[in-house]
């Protein structure tokens, strides 16, 4: 079991960028399937990306080419670089961890171990 912690969450306008940072601390995480996922008001959560334990990447479709998720364990860190944003990007941002063989950001909100949840507003 791993504890995440997510940071980063903030306001921007229309077409700004963010990054959000997912620390993790607790067991070794080296076999795991880590990634974001995001929930809006009166939406179903939505799995954004995703990073094997290969650190092969996954998106989703809405986020394609505007968003990367990068993995790094010597910090022990997962973060998600947001380009491009659009108010369609607005919700609670969370980190999430889980064993898991096809690892897939659809996969992602699936999963039990997860952080509090860093807000993002575009306008």
């Known amino acids: 079991h791993v504890q995440l912690v997510e940071s980063g969450g903030d306001s921007v306008q229309a077409g700004g960028s963010l990054r959000l940072s997912c620390a993790i601390s607790?067991?070794?995480?080296?076999?795991?399937?880590m990634g974001w996922f995001r929930q809006a008001p009166g939406k179903e959560r939505e799995g954004v990306a995703s990073i094997s334990k290969d650190d092969v990447p996954t998106y989703a479709s809405s986020v394609m080419g505007r968003f990367t998720i990068f993995k790094d364990t010597n910090k022990n860190r997962l973060d998600l670089q947001m380009d491009s944003l659009n108010p369609e990007d607005t919700g609670v941002y969370y980190c999430a961890a889980g064993v898991l063989t096809m690892c897939t950001a659809f996969a992602i909100p699936s999963f039990a171990n997860r952080g509090q949840g860093t807000q993002v507003t575009v306008s």
């Open positions: 607790g067991d070794t995480y080296s076999e795991y399937c």
